[in-house]
T-cell receptor, first 113, second 111 residues
Framework: QKEVEQNSGPLSVPEGAIASLNCTYS??????FFWYRQYSGKSPELIMS????GDKEDGRFTAQLNKASQYVSLLIRDSQPSDSATYLC?????????????FGKGTLLTVNP | SQTIHQWPATLVQPVGSPLSLECTVE??????LYWYRQAAGRGLQLLFY??????ISSEVPQNLSASRPQDRQFILSSKKLLLSDSGFYLC??????????FGSGTRLTVV
């Protein structure tokens, strides 16, 4: 069974610090990975996608993919209180055209002013 | 641009009552559509997905059903709600890879 595992946290960092969120997955074939941010009571919003080994940067966010070790991470630089949310890692299913995503349970991040 | 609409935002229903949640997408054609449920303390669970009109795939056996009567409409239903059906229901669409866009969700409380 395909699984995506995340540390549920909570992860607490001071404002301005780097927050590091990690995710491991079991499906070696899948090529597509995503990070979603979910504020309390709201629906998830896509913040990063990554498809190849290495780093992908977008503003304060950097996604890292290591297919050999089967992990994906998200780094948030210069963390702000507004970054406080649950971060969900997702993996797209391999094969077919249904593009199903399997989600981890999420890591709760708190950024303290 | 594409938008996804989901309603109602909140719903309180008695046990044994029927349910109908609707989701519509605008600005795209032939999207893949998904229904997820997020229960308290649990992750996002895929309930149903559809790759076209009348095509429904169920991921888990349960008290719910889904239908896709039109290309951009996806409906989640139940004939008789159970307490365990409470949760945050999310509709999402995908145009062909690249992750999902979620609707705003329906928070269902069965009492």
């Amino acid at each position: 069974q395909k699984e995506v595992e995340q540390n549920s946290g909570p992860l607490s960092v001071p404002e301005g610090a780097i927050a590091s969120l990690n995710c491991t997955y079991s499906d070696r074939v899948s090529q597509s990975f995503f990070w979603y941010r979910q504020y309390s009571g709201k629906s998830p919003e896509l913040i990063m996608s990554i498809y190849s080994n290495g780093d992908k940067e977008d503003g304060r966010f950097t996604a890292q993919l290591n297919k050999a070790s089967q992990y994906v991470s998200l780094l948030i630089r210069d963390s702000q209180p507004s970054d406080s949310a649950t971060y969900l890692c997702a993996q797209e299913g391999s094969g077919g055209s249904n593009y199903k995503l399997t989600f981890g349970k999420g890591t709760l991040l708190t950024v303290n002013p | 641009s594409q938008t996804i609409h989901q309603w109602p935002a909140t719903l309180v229903q008695p046990v044994g009552s029927p349910l109908s949640l609707e989701c519509t997408v605008e600005g795209t054609s032939n999207p893949n559509l998904y229904w997820y449920r997020q229960a308290a303390g649990r992750g996002l669970q895929l309930l149903f997905y559809s790759v076209g009109i009348g095509q429904i795939s169920s991921e888990v056996p349960q008290n719910l059903s889904a239908s896709r009567p039109q290309d951009r409409q996806f409906i989640l239903s139940s004939k008789k709600l159970l307490l365990s059906d409470s949760g945050f229901y999310l509709c999402a669409w995908n145009g062909g890879g690249g992750g999902y866009t979620f609707g705003s969700g329906t928070r269902l409380t069965v009492v």
